[in-house]
């Protein structure tokens, strides 16, 4: 684990969340169980907030991706730390309103943004809307003027950076669902399009690389390639952006492959990203652009995990060990989809040394449904409660009821405290929209 103040092994060998015993925790909330660390949440957040601050005079907006973890608490505590967010449907704005969360701080992306959820972001007055394409650029111009208002928007472009991450989390390449490529003149057009829109206001440009990145010139590369198009814009169109967005994708540990990084880390990416747009903006005679940034995983990833309690145990001697979980691809479908790695332990016996290598498997009806591959363990019981770390980001957000399973209630714990932030699904929940029409009566 990447240890902290609030993530450690306590005096009886259990893992302790925020001040509270994990196996305290599973008797009183049930497995399985998301546990979310309020503190480096909070942390995590401050830290962007405080380096662009910093390093940048203040002239910018961290805006919390929450495609990563969507729910009341967290756009309550993004408010709370004056912060921004980023929404991917209307869905996740719906749920920032129903927060109380300031609107006008919430910048709204998609490639296939919805009428009604364009409609949505404009009736609540959205800040920003990035725009994904020459059908929403076109539809939202008319919606600003039905409503007799300029809408600030931004344009999504691939500069073509190709992050070494996975190819599904990979999103600035020429060849991608999401933006218009630099290189074959479409950022340009589309431009030329939207300067062209009286209702529209164009604030400038907006790319997001991929995920779970580690290396700092990936982005120092991206945001020198759209800083030289904006360069170009100017010249050849008189355009000058006045923002920059450059999305999220700073990396987290998940298991002893991936570096384990401190909070100063993290400030490190942000003002090695600042410098550079420092220095091309003085370079190509650019004023210095408003600056959003959009960290997701990095801020809730870490803070996270799950909790789980041990059941069936399998052993194929010469093959594996299955170790099978109350949980599975339903909270968390991410080995499922990416191969994702985890580093796990029994939160019940943490000082245990591990004998032997495991697979983690989930519940469902699948051969794919497992949560973590070879991994190394004390012999897990039946009745042992499992910890998977670094569960926070893209895991509640994409769980399902899939077997209708119950998607797991989620806390919020700091200094010893544990509160509900998802509660618990019921049986009633799982048919509430379920209809028998009278034929099948
Ligand atoms: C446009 C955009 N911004 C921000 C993010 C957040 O990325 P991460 O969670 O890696 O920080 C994503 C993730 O897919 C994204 O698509």
Redesign the pocket.
């Known amino acids: 684990m990447n240890e902290r103040a609030t993530l450690k092994i306590n005096g009886k060998g259990h893992l302790e969340i925020g001040g509270m015993d994990a196996v305290d925790i599973a008797e009183k909330y049930g497995t399985p169980l998301y546990v979310f660390d309020e503190e480096h949440i909070r942390n995590m957040m401050r830290v962007y907030r405080d380096t662009i601050e910093k390093e940048y005079g203040g002239n910018g907006l961290v805006?919390f991706?929450s495609?990563?973890f969507s729910c009341m608490a967290i756009y309550k505590i993004a408010a709370e730390e004056k912060i921004g967010v980023?929404v991917?449907s209307g869905g996740e704005l719906y749920t920032a309103v129903k927060a109380g969360f300031p609107v006008e701080k919430a910048v709204m992306?998609g490639n296939n943004k919805l009428l009604p959820e364009l409609e949505l972001a404009l009736d609540n007055k959205i800040g920003v809307v990035?725009i994904d394409s020459y059908k929403e650029a076109d539809v939202l111009d008319k919606l600003a003027s039905e409503r007799k208002i300029v809408q600030k928007v931004m344009l999504?472009i691939n500069p073509g950076v190709e992050a070494h991450t996975h190819a599904f989390?990979q999103?600035a390449r020429t060849d991608s669902k999401?933006g218009f490529s630099i290189s074959d003149g479409a950022a340009k057009s589309i431009t030329e399009h939207v300067l062209g829109k009286k209702n529209l206001k164009l604030l400038g440009y907006?790319c997001?690389i991929?995920?779970?990145?580690f290396e700092k010139q990936s982005f120092v590369l991206a945001v020198g390639k759209v800083m030289d198009f904006m360069s170009e814009i100017k010249s050849e169109l008189g355009f000058e952006a006045e923002a920059l967005?450059v999305?999220?994708?700073?990396?987290i540990w998940y298991n002893d492959e991936d570096p384990k990084l401190k909070l100063s880390d993290y400030a490190d990416f942000v003002k090695t990203m600042i410098d550079a747009i420092k220095e091309k903006a003085a370079r190509n005679s650019l004023k210095l652009p408003f600056l959003y940034m959009?960290?997701?995983?990095?801020?809730v990833?870490e803070a996270g995990v799950t909790l789980y309690t041990v059941g069936a145990i399998k052993d194929i001697p010469g093959i594996k060990k299955y170790v099978a979980i109350d949980g599975g691809m339903f909270d968390n479908p991410r080995y499922a989809l990416y191969q994702s790695k985890y580093s796990v332990i029994l939160a019940n016996r943490a000082t245990e040394e591990c004998t032997e290598v495991v697979t983690v498997a989930g519940k469902c009806c699948e051969s794919g449904d497992l949560i973590a591959v070879d991994v190394p363990l004390p012999e897990a019981k039946s009745g042992d409660i499992m910890a998977v770390f670094s569960t926070g980001?893209?895991n509640y957000s994409m769980a399902s009821n899939y077997n209708r399973n119950f998607i797991p209630a989620a806390i919020l714990v700091k200094n010893g405290k544990a509160d509900y932030i998802i509660k618990p699904q019921t049986y009633d929940d799982l048919i509430r929209n379920d209809v028998l029409p009278d034929r099948l009566k």
């Open positions: 805006l991706a495609k990563a980023d991917v992306h990035v999504r989390v999103t999401f907006q997001h991929g995920s779970q990145i967005n999305g999220g994708g700073f990396g959009e960290p997701g995983r990095s801020i990833g980001a893209y």
